[in-house]
């Protein structure tokens, strides 16, 4: 039988965070859940309160607890990389950052991206920049997980990897609004705006990313792993499951060359090669096999 874990997991209160804790129970692993109190984890998890940004505030929470993995959820930019690095040294045999696919923001290829398109010890880290502002960091988000992967490549004090995720969908909780976006246009017949030469792109349930967050958990690969179900997908795949949905709806396409353009749809290529992930034994499903599924889960009784 497989040893129970003790996991930590910084963050985690939405989304697919909380479905990975969900499933960190469900498998009989300690489970401590660290936040700034806004909400409390699930029963049988432990609550540790601490602003993560301030580093006597996390070291006070953590005690002298250790740890077989960490699981940062919340982890964007390098000063708090730093702060992470320094806090749980000694403290964890693993961590797994989640990170982004925007961590290629910069890359424009034809093919799906690979991990070693954007290498951390290539990437150079400015811990002056004024990442404590909300704007900055927003405006910033995929540099600033770029960064704080590099924080860790450069001088890893544990065994570290960071999950890239591609774009999220599904589940009744999708706080982003992006489909409930598409969803507004078609019913009014309103128009979606694409740019001249839209790419598609590759996404992931979030199920999918949860059981991926699960399983890299129990691993030991370290460095970038790409994590997106097997397959494109096109702005008029994703509005057409939408449409299917709504009676009477109406999809109307207006291509721009300028100026904002609606989510989902993308100037450059924004695919993801999930290669390294499928040859370290992770078995992904394709993204057109769950579309469906996720629609009906975010949009509910809303379509109707």
Same mark, same amino acid.
């Given at each position: 039988m497989r040893r129970a874990r003790e996991v930590l997991v910084i963050g985690g209160n939405r989304y697919f965070g909380k479905r990975l804790i969900a499933r960190l129970l469900a498998a009989g692993d300690g489970v401590t859940?660290?936040?700034?109190?806004?909400?409390?984890?699930?029963?049988?998890?432990?609550?540790?309160?601490?602003?993560?940004?301030?580093?006597?505030?996390?070291?006070?929470?953590?005690?002298?607890?250790?740890?077989?993995?960490?699981?940062?959820?919340?982890?964007?930019?390098?000063?708090?990389?730093? !702060?992470? *690095?320094? &806090? @749980? =040294?000694?403290? !964890?045999? *693993?961590? &797994? @950052? =989640?990170?982004?696919?925007?961590?290629?923001?910069?890359?424009?290829?034809i093919a799906p991206v690979r991990e070693s398109d954007v290498d951390p010890l290539g990437v150079a880290v400015d811990l002056g920049l004024p990442w404590d502002d909300p704007e900055f960091l927003d405006a910033r988000y995929g540099e600033g997980k770029r960064q704080a992967e590099a924080v860790f490549a450069a001088d890893p004090a544990f065994p570290c990897t960071a999950v890239r995720v591609a774009h999220v969908l599904g589940g009744d909780d999708d706080f982003t609004g992006r489909m409930t976006h598409y969803a507004s246009r078609i019913r009014a017949g309103g128009p979606i705006t694409v740019p001249v030469v839209n790419h598609p792109a590759t996404y992931i349930h979030v199920e999918?990313?949860?059981?991926?967050?699960f399983w890299a958990v129990g691993q030991d690969f370290t460095g970038p792993v790409n994590a997106a179900s097997h397959g494109l997908l096109t702005t008029e795949e994703l509005c057409s499951a939408i449409a299917a949905r709504i009676p009477d709806g109406r999809t109307v396409f207006r291509q721009v060359e300028v100026g904002a353009?609606?989510?989902?749809?993308?100037?450059?290529?924004?695919?993801?090669?999930?290669?390294?992930?499928?040859?370290?034994?992770?078995?992904?499903?394709?993204?057109?096999?769950?579309?469906?599924?996720?629609?009906?889960?975010?949009?509910?009784?809303d379509a109707d």
């Open positions: 859940v660290l936040n700034r109190g806004s909400s409390a984890p699930p029963p049988g998890a432990v609550h540790l309160v601490a602003d993560r940004n301030d580093e006597k505030s996390l070291t006070a929470a953590l005690g002298s607890r250790t740890f077989d993995a960490v699981v940062d959820q919340v982890c964007y930019t390098p000063r708090q990389a730093e !702060t992470a *690095r320094r &806090v @749980l =040294t000694g403290r !964890t045999r *693993r961590y &797994v @950052l =989640t990170s982004t696919v925007e961590v290629y923001e910069y890359e424009d290829s999918e990313i949860a059981d991926f967050l353009t609606s989510p989902f749809s993308f100037t450059r290529g924004y695919a993801m090669d999930n290669s390294r992930a499928t040859r370290l034994g992770f078995r992904f499903t394709h993204a057109r096999q769950w579309l469906a599924k996720a629609v009906a889960e975010t949009l509910g009784k």
